[in-house]
């Protein structure tokens, strides 16, 4: 079992910087795939990034160029750095760790912790 807890979320203005992190427990965290989500609302939540144990990376369109997923294995954790943000950035983003196993997969979801870009 995963037990995963968000923070660095926050207020800033368009342009500004956040840094989110996401402790880990309760498993081995480097076997997991690890995962940034967001949900705005009234909207569906949809992936941000999300980085293998092996360190590759996968980014939203409307993120790239500007966030950067990365994980230490060590201190098992894993950082969202968000750059340029923009006021369409708003929303609750969650952490989220799975394991691709047959033929039921492990899926742990955090909490969640809020971002609001507003001037």
Do not use: H
């Not at 076997?31 to 939203?60: C, D, H």
């Amino acid at each position: 079992q995963v037990q995963l807890v968000e923070s660095g979320g926050g207020l800033v203005q368009p342009g500004g910087s956040l840094r989110l992190s996401c402790a880990a427990s309760g498993s081995i965290f480097s076997t997991y795939t690890m995962g940034w989500y967001r949900q705005a609302p009234a909207k569906q939540r949809e992936l941000v990034a999300s980085i293998t144990t092996g360190g590759g990376t996968n980014y939203a369109d409307f993120v790239k160029g500007r966030f950067t997923i990365s994980r230490d294995n060590a201190k098992n954790s894993m950082y969202l750095q968000m750059n340029s943000l923009k006021p369409e950035d708003t929303a609750v983003y969650y952490c989220n760790a799975r394991k691709f196993l047959v033929p039921t997969p492990d899926n742990y979801w955090g909490q969640g912790t809020q971002v609001t870009v507003s001037s």
